[in-house]
């Protein structure tokens, strides 16, 4: 699976020493709801005390017919995946690569919201653009399973 992630928009409306608006709120710049950066900050320390701790993530997947899945994570409602019609499901919800693709964009912008607020920057505006290829027969185990590079491009938008 090739991932290309080419757009990335950071902007900071604050430069770092000023305040953030109270949580919750969203100052008149419209930034982003801040994270609190207390808490961030013991995650760090917590981390930094016990860097080989772990925590078990868990899901459980039920399939539901065709190619739609339920998935349970927490005490969450389920998070439905799919397939589209071309691919022989019902297009009720993104489909596995589409959430796989989704689930990283989030990891990256948690990641990259997490580090400016460690810095003291306020966001305004955080957004990427994810886009993976994808041969869909190789995935079903029916045409050249050989292995094959993964890339992931980010670049700012």
């Known amino acids: 699976m090739n991932v290309t992630a080419p757009p990335a928009i950071l902007s900071s409306c604050l430069t770092p020493g000023d305040s953030p608006a109270p949580a919750g709120t969203l100052p008149a710049s419209a930034c982003l709801a801040p994270i609190d950066r207390e808490g961030l900050l013991k995650l760090i320390e917590?981390?930094?005390a016990n860097p080989k701790a772990?925590?078990?993530l868990k899901c459980r997947t039920l399939a539901g017919g065709k190619f739609r899945h339920a998935n349970y994570i927490r005490s969450l409602p389920p998070y439905?995946?799919?397939e589209p019609?071309?691919?022989?499901?019902?297009?009720?919800?993104p489909n596995p690569s589409e959430a796989t693709l989704a689930a990283l964009g989030?990891?990256?912008?948690?990641?990259?919201?997490?580090h400016a607020v460690h810095k003291g920057w306020t966001v305004r505006k955080?957004?990427?653009?994810?886009?993976?290829d994808l041969n869909i027969i190789a995935v079903w185990g029916m045409g050249d399973?050989?292995?094959k590079?993964?890339?992931l491009t980010v670049a700012p938008k």
Do not use: M, R
Not at 86 to 92: H, M, N, V
């Open 46 to 48: 917590t981390g930094k």
């Open 54 to 56: 772990i925590k078990t």
């Open 80 to 82: 439905i995946v799919d």
């Open 85 to 93: 019609p071309q691919l022989l499901g019902d297009d009720t919800a």
């Open 106 to 114: 989030s990891c990256l912008a948690v990641g990259l919201h997490a």
């Open 126 to 132: 955080l957004e990427l653009e994810l886009e993976g």
């Open 145 to 147: 399973t050989s292995d």
């Open 149 to 151: 590079p993964v890339n």
